[in-house]
């Protein structure tokens, strides 16, 4: 069991490497690019972090981490124009 905690598996990286396009500039863009840029700090620092834990061998606490970037990239996914605003942009 220690030999699979100690190993130098490589872990694979989830930051991105293709960016999300920006929402068409309308009212309110300032505001969800503050959101957006909170939200990609987290990812980055629990991704960051989870990378470390595994290091330590901390697999639950990686886990936890992981989990908490896939949660950020969800909501970060969820900050950008819905269908009905894309095809009928509201005034």
Known sequence: ???ILTSQVPIPSLERTA???KPAARGGTSEL???R???QNLINAN???ARLAA???DVAAAARLILAALDGERRM???NPQVLQ???PRA
């Open 1 to 3: 069991m220690t030999a």
């Open 19 to 21: 960016t999300t396009p």
């Open 33 to 35: 690019d503050g959101q």
């Open 37 to 39: 840029e909170q939200l």
């Open 47 to 49: 991704t960051s972090q």
């Open 55 to 57: 290091e330590r061998g």
């Open 77 to 79: 996914a969820a900050t």
């Open 86 to 88: 894309v095809i009928r």
